[in-house]
């Protein structure tokens, strides 16, 4: 075990994956070379592993995605990083139309075995086009996968994951946590699935699933209010298809549930999750589906009263448990 | 220029005419399907056969990668696909190699012969190559991949960002843009300002050519060129091939209404597979008899063909539900 920041882990996931496959490669704006990414995310690759397998693209994201996609039908495992999820929009086509659909549109002839890496949320000063959840965008579309680790366990275990994976898979990292959260993790091998949700905590009196840094919200508001309430906590992880098992289970035991993401709500990861809950198990909940999430304002203002108006904070999200608790 | 010019044997252009011909005879005939109710739809070729088959006759079939469009039926047979083959895509069949009966008609692809299938969006096939070309410069395999559009696409982003690529890279690949006059509706001075799209080449720093589509020999050398150049590790190769387009765009489109009925009659007493006729008479590569003779066997080849791919079953309803992840 040591100590890594989650970039640290994602860094390892990739590292650890080029050297036991050959087949991986990895690209971006600004990906190759000494930089090594915006955030540092792939620094030190391109040297371990030479600038065929490790470089720079152009900056154009729907050629970054094509390329992906056509690197996957030769049988390579290229791992795609688009810079900011606000910059995902250009690659919308190539990613709905052919690394989704290449499996099914085929039969299974082709298949599109590439992860698209990028990092989003706010709450880090980044204005309109570095701070958005571009998820919802994405999520409701069969053949894709979409997943984001809130973790350092799941940084490492989820991304080794999702490159040894056949599916296209799109991997939403949360910017905010890149430095901010620090753990032990195995030095060694380990995965982490794709397709569950995991709970990190149990408890009794209210569930609450979250993901990103609205996650570390739960788990710290779980702790303050340990004395008084029981605190089912659980990530979400994958956020395209749902694990409708463990959400489901998570909800029945307690019948109250929070629901947060920091995304705004109307078509959100979290309303399809609340769907899904009102749809399969209405008569177990004891508490009106509650949740938390970004305004209706059309992007998130850079201006650091602004900014903090528009994101769920932690002092939400403990008010919102003790409600519910006590409805 | 002269058949002959083309360097290819006797043996090879009467192959290569027999590729014309059935690719316009299997066309016809998919009209027919359409037409009587037992496909819905037909996107046709019919104007590029010439171009496309001294197109895709430049090239290594067992191991180079063809990216095409909706439009390259004669391409993809050259390339290995059968008349067969395209017949189950448009009655939706579950031997349908492009897609198993999920496309639309005419989205051709096949794994057995290095077909990549595209979607209807168009030019999504531009970037996709360029990963393919990529992996086989990175995989030293000495194979090259061709991918084509029509010149509607060239006002797509995805044009643009894959032939910049393509530049950059030096990728092993040659790029078609089959103009054929028309998008959809769209004549070519709505689409672009230039009267030559194979300039944009020198703006990515890769070769350009146009080519007159209806001439066989210049069509194949100029493809040659562009696959040696390819394949030598000099790069990318920027063709514009002027093509007729002699249907409507579409079985649910009417040219007639948007075109001249002197610009329809124009072009169909330029029809390149009559041109292509009247060269293999004039160089006396086959006489009147000998291309009636092949006329009357590819009927009977079509027709057999017709038979059995209608006799194939259609994909069962619940195959809808696989192959949407990898299964366990």
């Not at chain 1, 949700?197 to 788990?219: E, P, R, S």
């Not at chain 1, 209405?282 to 009106?288: E, H, I, S, V």
């Not at chain 2, 077909?115 to 990963?131: E, L």
């Amino acid at each position: 075990m040591s100590e890594k920041s989650y970039l640290e882990a994602l860094n390892l996931a990739i590292t650890e994956e080029m050297r036991h496959d050959e087949g991986v490669m990895i690209f971006g704006e600004d990906v190759g070379g000494v930089k090594g990414g915006v955030f540092g995310v792939t620094k030190g690759l391109a040297e371990e592993f030479g600038d065929k397998r490790v470089f720079n693209s152009p900056l154009g994201e729907s050629e970054i995605a094509g390329l992906a996609v056509g690197l996957g039908v030769m049988g390579h495992h290229a791992i795609a990083e688009f810079q900011f999820a606000d910059y995902i929009l250009p690659a919308v086509n190539q990613i709905m139309s052919e690394a989704t659909k290449m499996r099914y549109k085929s039969a299974g002839d082709w298949i599109s075995p590439i992860v698209m890496r990028t990092p989003y949320g706010g709450g880090v000063r980044g204005g309109f086009y570095h701070s958005q959840s571009t998820e919802k965008i994405f999520a409701g579309q069969p053949g894709l996968r979409i997943v984001t680790p809130s973790t350092v366990y799941d940084a490492k275990g989820l991304l080794k994951s999702a490159i040894r994976s056949e599916d296209p898979v799109l991997f939403y990292e949360h910017k905010k946590l890149y430095r901010s959260i620090k753990d032990d993790i195995p030095d060694d091998d380990y995965t982490v699935p794709l397709d569950k949700a995991n709970i990190l905590k149990q408890g009794d009196d209210v569930t609450v699933i979250a993901y990103g840094v609205m996650l570390q919200f739960a788990l710290k508001a779980a702790e303050e209010l340990k004395d008084e309430f029981s605190v089912e906590v659980v990530d979400l992880r994958s956020l395209y298809p749902i694990d409708k098992e463990t959400v489901l289970e998570a909800v029945r035991k307690t019948g109250k549930v929070l629901l947060i993401t920091e995304d705004t709500k109307e078509g959100s990861v979290m309303n399809n999750v609340s769907a899904i809950i009102a749809e399969e198990v209405l008569f177990d909940l004891d508490a009106p589906i509650k949740i938390l999430a970004g305004p209706d304002s059309p992007s998130m203002p850079y201006a650091k009263d602004l900014e903090d108006a528009f994101l769920v904070n932690q002092a939400d999200v403990t008010k919102s448990i003790r409600e519910l608790a006590e409805f | 220029m002269k058949l002959k010019d083309s360097q290819l044997t006797k043996d090879e252009l009467i192959q290569a005419y027999r590729m014309v011909k059935e690719a316009r005879m299997l066309d016809e005939r998919l009209w027919q399907l359409n037409r009587i109710g037992k496909s819905t739809f037909n996107i046709s070729g019919q104007g590029a056969e010439v171009g496309q088959v001294a197109m895709a006759l430049a090239f290594e079939h067992d191991k180079d990668y063809f990216l095409p469009y909706y439009r390259d039926m004669a391409a993809v047979m050259v390339w290995g696909m059968s008349a067969k083959d395209i017949l189950m895509g448009s009655l939706g069949k579950a031997d349908d190699p492009s897609s198993h009966g999920r496309q639309m008609p005419n989205h051709y692809g096949d794994r057995a012969h290095n077909i990549v299938p595209f979607s209807s969006t168009v030019t999504t096939q531009y970037p996709v190559a360029t990963g393919v070309a990529l992996a086989m410069q990175i995989d030293g395999s000495k194979a090259i991949a061709l991918t084509a559009t029509g010149e509607g696409s060239t006002a797509e982003g995805d044009f643009h960002e894959a032939l910049n690529f393509a530049g950059v890279q030096k990728l092993p690949m040659v790029f078609v843009i089959e103009n054929n006059g028309y998008a959809i509706s769209t004549p070519n001075a709505e689409e672009f300002g230039v009267k030559d799209l194979s300039v944009r080449a020198t703006g990515y720093g890769i070769f350009g050519k146009q080519v007159n589509g209806r001439d066989f020999a210049e069509t194949y050398l100029a493809f040659k060129e562009a696959a040696d150049n390819a394949r030598n590790g000099n790069g990318s190769t920027l063709i514009e091939m002027l093509v007729d387009r002699l249907t409507a765009h579409s079985s649910d489109d009417d040219q007639r209404v948007y075109r001249t009925p002197d610009d329809i009659a124009e072009m169909k007493e330029n029809d390149c597979v009559m041109l292509m006729e009247k060269q293999l008479l004039s160089e006396k590569v086959l006489s009147e008899a000998e291309l009636a003779s092949i006329k009357k066997e590819l009927e009977a080849k079509i027709n057999q063909a017709t038979e059995e791919a209608e006799e194939m079953p259609n994909p069962a309803s619940d195959q809808l539900m696989t192959h949407i992840y990898e299964e366990e």
